[in-house]
């Protein structure tokens, strides 16, 4: 690890202008620690943020809920709140990483951790999203756990999040705080795709903090579900998953709401999926084609292909136990 300037923020704006100084953000360190251990990440400063008073989760006026960006993830899954109303974010934090990394990561570090590419966090392999214009090895490398939606001629890194998927299911909001002041964005529109430039992964500024996750009221996701598909069950990032709600009226779909993960290069809001639900009846066959138009645009390679028939039954698994409570 490179020598660095240690800075512990006292209050919001004293860690925004370190920030605004070129400063990262420190909250829980799953994520920034191992990266300058590594090498991928080298920060001249580095902002403790963990006595900023960002860890409440509480009930909005409109029946939603907000979870502060310090909330740690076993709070927030053991919540009542969000057990209650939105199982599904409490089953896919449950899904993530060990309880001890529970017990440490935030809401904010989840939303901006970064790939676990193994080409991304090899500093000898060219990687385009650590060095632009480097090239990609995966592309001709080891695909088993690279993206089969969203992917670019420049990176095809999937996103490691299972918080994230819930959260773009459940039609989440970002809050942030610059010094511009403060803005709001949907989840879904937080994070970036690759396109021609990798190394942006999501539209946060330079100097900006996350402050909270807003998760609006949606009465039929207390009938929601995580599904994760792994290498094995415990501590593995996902080969595919699929976070559903289901509002299921005299057996039919009237609403749905279905996002992927481990399949795509961000947290994936299905919403092919979710038109080709509506009004249908709540079956296996209609839950087949909601699987089908999901990943109507998927590009698999070599070493990935196989994702695209085990996302689809992910999704159809998830329907069906998301269906199941209705």
Known sequence: MIPFRWVA????PSALAAAAAGGRFLAGGTTLVDLMKLHVERPSTVV???ALPLARIEELP?????????VRNSDMAHHALIRHRYPVLSQAILAGASAQIRNMATTGGNLLQRTRCYYFRD????????EPGSGCAALEGEQRIHAVLGASDRCIAAHPSDMCVALAALDAVVRLRGSGGERAMALTDFHLLPGEHPERE???EPGEIVTAVDIPPLPFATRSVYVKVRDRASYAFA???A???LDVRDGRVREARIALGGVATKPWR???AEQALAGQAADASAFRRAAEAAFEGAVGRPGNRFKIELGKRTVVRALSRAGALA
Do not use: F
Not at 9 to 12: G, Q
Not at 62 to 70: Q, S, T
Not at 123 to 130: G, H, I, P
């Open 9 to 12: 923020a006292a209050d919001e």
């Open 48 to 50: 403790d943020i963990s």
């Open 62 to 70: 409109d029946g939603g809920v907000r979870v502060g960006a310090m």
């Open 123 to 130: 500093t000898a392999a060219a990687c385009n999203k650590r």
């Open 202 to 204: 999501a539209a946060i």
């Open 239 to 241: 080969l595919a998953s």
């Open 243 to 245: 976070a559903v709600a």
């Open 270 to 272: 299905a919403r092919e």
